[in-house]
């Protein structure tokens, strides 16, 4: 016996609703590398990001896109933008910067920051898909090794790959 048109037609519709439903863009920033990972039903991404500079914090754990702004304004820090936000933990989101130099080393104030074109596509994709947003690994720390250098050879945080070898230091003793 055959199951009536209507309830196979009604299956397939259901079962068509999970499967788009299901469809989430998976999101990943490694805190470690300052990195960002998108899979979505359109392609892979791999994105440098800036999260939390020294004295504040990128919040670690998994979470889901909780509302989106094509356009915010941080009322907390003097009105910068933050361009195609989505927000995943109460004032935390991930967006957009025009700071695009900072992009590969903390430099926000905890929320994740991106190219702006890679902040537009990624809100595109959320938007119609949804997202679930891992957040891991450590902040990049200046090595052991740099710490017990004199002061003079030491990485500055803000350019922690770089050696800076300052006359000034080395002749003053700062």
């Not at 896109?65 to 989101?93: L, N, T, V």
């Not at 450590?138 to 017990?148: C, G, T």
Request: proline share 6%.
């Amino acid at each position: 016996m055959h199951p009536p048109k209507a309830i196979l037609a009604f299956a397939m519709a259901t079962l068509g609703l999970t499967a788009s439903a299901d469809a989430r863009v998976s999101i990943h920033i490694d805190l470690s590398t300052q990195t960002m990972h998108v899979q979505s039903s359109s392609g892979n991404y791999s994105w440098r990001v800036s999260t939390a500079r020294s004295g504040y914090v990128t919040p670690r754990g998994y979470y889901s896109a909780k509302s989106m702004q094509r356009m915010h304004y941080s009322k907390k820090y003097d009105m910068s933008p933050m361009p195609h936000s989505i927000f995943f933990r109460g004032g935390y989101a991930i967006h957009g910067s025009y700071a695009t130099g900072s992009l590969g080393r903390p430099a926000s104030h905890g929320c994740i920051r991106l190219a702006p074109e890679n902040a537009a596509l990624l809100y595109k994709l959320v938007s119609a898909e949804g997202a679930s947003i891992a957040i891991t690994g450590s902040p990049p720390r200046v090595s052991r090794y740099v710490r017990s250098q004199p002061h003079y050879l030491r990485h500055t945080y803000a350019s922690y790959r770089e050696t800076l070898l300052n006359p000034f230091d080395i002749l003053f003793g700062y």
